[in-house]
């Protein structure tokens, strides 16, 4: 591995998570744990190169033309996502909660497509970004799915799951016999609380073309625990859009 190519593209991807937000030199540099005399070397290269742009001195950098350019001729899974997405927008006005695509590549999870609840927002803009993987539905109805080797490829480079994403799981063992009860359930359901709210992830995964890792997921947001009632017609729900989005998958070869 190539150590400034490295640096630079750890730069890029901190700055891209930030959702169109400026970052400054400072806290770019403490995101990426670089020096921050090496962090700004290599944020004016890519500034001249038109991959970053700087707003302001005070107000930082955000990406620039030439990162969106790289894009240009084909969006990612376009094909899928244009399949999949009058489907999500069916189950998100079905049932009134967050309804979203996710794939899974090298170990991290994209989200590719979402509609959102109004009372539940994901994310302000609607292009692909990183979600989490361990503590959410769709992470672990993906991660189920992968034979023995494949998820010690992935722990290999993620780690295991922090206590905060996944309780009492502290090897490699205890992960893989977890996820082999996952794959046992064909909605996978996930409840998570804050101090004022309940939040309940489901998900449904599926392959796509060469194995690729897919998962359909819905998150709803609660002030009370949901009922088990509403659970139930929302797998329901779930399960026959998982129908039609593996019909449109065998029927259009995506």
Known sequence: MIQSVNRALDIMMCVSDNHGKPLTVSQIAAKTGLNQSTCCHIIETLTERGFLNKVS?????????????????RSYHRDLIDACSPILKWLQNKTGHTTLLTNLIDGEKFVLRYFDSPDNPLNERGELYRGSLYNTATGRAMLSSMKRNELKAVVDKVGLPLQSEWENISSFEQLYQKLAEVAKEPVVKLIDKDEQHYYCKLAVMFTGRKDEKFALGLEMKKKEVPEEKEIRLIEKNMLLAMKEIRRRIEFEKI
């Open 57 to 73: 001195r005070s107000s930082g950098y955000v990406l620039g033309i030439y990162a969106y350019a790289l894009a240009r001729y």
